[in-house]
């Protein structure tokens, strides 16, 4: 019973990054264009569209009532539940960088 439960919570914490990457897609879009930087935002949308393309292989496994030591061994399944994210957060730090670098910039 704990691991369906720790499913549950790994889909509510999928969603919460995606729910994140939006955020974050939002305050850059607005943040480009005060300094009319190029749209590098949408690929914050790109990243969310990969965790969302995860979130769903997870609730399609889990509710079928995939076993999950089986889909290890599936190249199709971890790069579904494995590597869009990686990808995703990927992408999406090297887009935050980009935007809001300027944060960290030391100036005097």
Do not use: C, Q
């Not at 264009?33 to 690929?43: L, M």
Request: no cysteine; glycine share 10%; proline share 3%.
């Amino acid at each position: 019973m704990l691991v369906i439960g720790s499913s549950w919570f790994g889909l509510i914490g999928m969603a919460a990054m995606a729910v994140a990457l939006v955020v974050l897609a939002l305050l850059s879009k607005r943040l480009g264009s005060v300094t009319r930087s190029p749209r590098y935002y949408r690929i914050l949308y790109l990243s969310t569209g990969l965790v969302i393309i995860s979130l769903l292989g997870r609730i399609f496994n889990l509710l079928r009532g995939a076993d999950l030591h089986l889909l290890r061994d599936d190249p199709l399944w971890v790069t579904i539940y494995v590597g869009l994210p990686a990808l995703a957060l990927t992408l999406a730090v090297i887009t935050g960088w980009r935007y809001w670098s300027w944060l960290l910039a030391e100036r005097g």
